[in-house]
């Protein structure tokens, strides 16, 4: 068989395409035109199959960008969670949250446990499948945040800065409870939690029990304010065991000795 010529480019198509703004058609016009040729494709067909590159790559290309906005410390997502060992976090609810349909109904997630159990994991995949859901997503440590809000208030900027956060979908506080703040921080954040709540949709990973969240926010009211609004309307999944690291060690160690002679 012989393939057919490498279409002549018509005139004015790749600066149309520029001015336009079709990347992807412009890149993609010759192997798609070849093609169609090839399939006896009809015309609309052809069309209909150029148009969708486009709007699949713009859509790719949202996505990336709502990731990289979201400035998660590592990329981590749901398929290397292991649920095993886990009996606090149902794999079904988690990948229901991943649908981001809590975001329309503005609940929170808060993940609780020890360290090295996967709450920064998860929260980090959690986040990831909201922005593949093009949610705006922004990940913080709770230390980075106070620190943020601090900087804007110094600035005389804090209004602003919260009416920027308040865009976002999703905000992930990060390790909240591993450092306590001072009073500015406690209460930059305690506004910010009242500010978000039942408008927009936090996850929030701790240490801490609930009834040890005084510690962080120095003050059992302004504490007893935050669990309120924060966990009202929120699924709660609490990380147990060990740490998964220290855990995979062991396994790992225990599998040479087996293997050891003697
Ligand atoms: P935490 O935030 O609770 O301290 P991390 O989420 O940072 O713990 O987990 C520590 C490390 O162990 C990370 O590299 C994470 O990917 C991995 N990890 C923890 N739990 C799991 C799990 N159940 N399945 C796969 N990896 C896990
Ligand atoms: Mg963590």
Avoid at 88 to 94: F, H, I
Avoid at 95 to 118: C, D
Avoid at 167 to 174: G, K
Wanted: proline share 5%; charged share 30%.
């Amino acid at each position: 068989m012989t393939r057919p010529p490498t279409p002549a480019e018509p005139p004015h198509l790749e600066s149309d395409l520029r001015t336009l703004c079709l990347p992807t058609l412009r890149q993609q016009w010759r192997r798609l035109t070849e093609e169609a040729t090839r399939r006896h494709l009809p015309h609309a067909e052809y069309l209909a199959e150029l148009v969708h590159l486009e709007v699949v790559h713009r859509r790719e290309a949202r996505i990336a960008r709502r990731i990289q906005e979201a400035r998660f410390p590592v990329l981590k997502t749901l398929d290397t969670f292991d649920f095993s060992g886990q009996p606090g976090v149902q794999k079904d609810e988690v990948l229901e949250l991943a649908r981001a349909e809590f975001l329309a109904q503005k609940r929170n997630v808060v993940l609780i446990g020890g360290v090295g159990t996967g709450k920064t994991h998860l929260s980090i995949a959690i986040g990831i499948a909201c922005c593949q859901r093009e949610k705006r997503v922004r990940f913080f440590t709770a230390a980075d945040l106070a620190n943020h809000l601090h900087e804007a208030k110094a600035a005389g900027r804090l209004t602003r800065k919260l009416e920027q956060l308040a865009r976002f979908d999703l905000v992930v506080i990060d390790e909240l409870g591993y450092v306590p703040f001072d009073a500015t921080g406690a209460e930059l954040l305690f506004n910010f939690i009242a500010r978000v709540y039942e408008r927009r949709s936090l996850v929030v990973t701790t240490n801490l029990p609930f009834a040890r969240w005084s510690e962080v926010f120095r003050d059992p009211t302004a504490a007893a304010a935050v669990i309120d609004r924060v966990v009202h309307h929120a699924t709660i999944l609490k990380t147990e065991g060990e740490s998964y690291r220290l855990r995979a060690a062991q396994q790992k160690a225990r599998a040479r000795r087996k293997e050891a002679p003697g």
